[in-house]
């Protein structure tokens, strides 16, 4: 990559994003899980029940606040996340539910996701979901071998996955997601399209593959940096990000974000608020929000954010608001992970500035390497540039 060259914008005063927004993403993470996998960095814990009522009664709390503080704002989309938001008790589930709802009323056609562990699902499990009215499903399968789901530490096998799906759509569930994990130690392109084929035949209405990154501090990365675990190259993982684009768009499968395969009008919506820079709220330990030109989270410590709602104490652990060339950015860097990319006129209606004018020395060398195109819409990486994104977005940093 050549050298970055400085915005052509870097004295413009970027116009504030309106406020309040017409609707709002929310994200209720729930931090438990029945093991940790070796891979995860995610702020989450293996539980054994202790904290669970703790929790969700400090996490109710946060919502009416929050609610109290900034609502009532329509919620486009919720979503259930984690760790492993069914290994809650359906009460529970319920009582978080409902103080969303009466927090920020979802909107007509909201769509309602709750992420759920293939191992630990049933029939009255997937039953009580549809009565709390959830409406998509989303289940982290990972792969289909059993060697390579012992590798992962998964606490599920094929079948329970297998059985966990078709339970799920006995129960009504017309809206399903499951995530899988590409490029493993030891892992083939035959082995990872043999896993794609029997997904697809499974027939979700939405795929998410990830690669398998090393993160800080997880087992995995411990492992590596003691030179007993090896992730294939970068190469390698480009050949995987191409055969999973090949193997799900010949099956009708859309990509729409560099890690998500939808069939047509099954994109995640809550996703996509991400990606669009739209407004979300996030609850729970180490939940993220944005609004407009802020970002805050929550602290970390599952006992401490108990401890401290409990007592009506914050529980904000970071609180920033960002400079114009980090709202430029972001835009930058969440829209390019986007099959659509960054739009032009939607570039100019938040930013009062036209795309060219402000980064037309970063696009052009881009767009001779091959890596992005441009067209009156917009930009957007390449298949080729798709391959690599962490390394050509930086590009647009200042």
């Not at 940790?36 to 029940?49: E, H, Q, V």
């Not at 989309?77 to 978080?96: K, S």
């Not at 049933?122 to 709390?132: I, S």
């Not at 012992?150 to 078709?166: C, K, V």
Request: hydrophobic letters at 40%; a negative charge.
């Amino acid at each position: 990559m050549s050298s970055r060259p400085a915005p052509a914008w870097s004295a413009h005063v970027l116009p504030p994003d309106p406020a309040p927004p017409a609707d709002l993403g929310i994200y209720v993470h729930v931090p438990f899980c029945i093991s940790k996998c070796p891979y995860c960095a995610f702020n989450t814990i293996a539980s054994d029940g202790t904290l669970h009522e703790g929790y969700v009664r400090a996490v109710c709390r946060e919502i009416r606040e929050a609610g109290a503080r900034l609502g009532p704002l329509p919620a486009a989309t919720v979503f259930l996340g984690g760790g492993t938001p069914t290994f809650l008790a359906a009460a529970q589930l319920e009582r978080i539910l409902d103080a969303v709802r009466a927090a920020f009323p979802p909107a007509p056609g909201a769509e309602i996701t709750c992420e759920a562990n293939p191992g630990t699902a049933d029939a009255e499990l997937f039953g009580d979901l549809r009565r709390l009215g959830i409406n998509r499903l989303s289940m982290g399968v990972q792969s289909f071998d059993p060697a390579e789901l012992a590798r992962l530490g998964r606490a599920h096998s094929a079948d329970e996955a297998r059985a966990a799906y078709r339970l799920a759509r006995a129960a009504g569930f017309d809206n399903v997601n499951l995530d899988f994990i590409f490029a493993l130690p030891g892992q083939t392109l035959d082995g990872w399209r043999r896993t794609l084929d029997e997904a697809v035949r499974l027939a979700p209405d939405h795929l998410s593959s990830y690669c398998l990154t090393l993160e800080e501090g997880t087992p995995y990365w411990k492992e590596a940096r003691a030179g007993r675990l090896a992730l294939p190259d970068p190469e390698v993982q480009a050949d995987f990000v191409a055969a999973t684009h090949a193997e799900l768009g010949a099956r009708g499968y859309a990509p729409y974000e560099i890690s998500n395969f939808a069939r047509p009008g099954r994109a995640c919506r809550h996703n996509l608020r991400y990606w669009s820079l739209d407004p979300y709220l996030g609850f729970g330990p180490g939940a993220h929000s944005f609004w407009g030109d802020r970002r805050w989270s929550d602290l970390g410590s599952i006992p401490e954010y108990i401890e401290r709602l409990d007592a009506g104490r914050p529980v904000r652990a970071l609180d920033e608001t960002l400079r114009p060339e980090q709202r430029v950015f972001e835009a930058i860097y969440v829209g390019l992970r986007k099959c659509t990319g960054v739009e032009r006129a939607d570039f100019r209606r938040r930013f009062g500035l036209e795309l060219d004018l402000a980064y037309g020395p970063t696009i052009a060398p881009l767009l001779a390497q091959g890596l992005l195109e441009s067209d009156p819409q917009g930009i957007r990486l390449t298949p080729r540039g798709l391959h690599i994104a962490d390394a050509v977005t930086p590009e647009f940093c200042a």
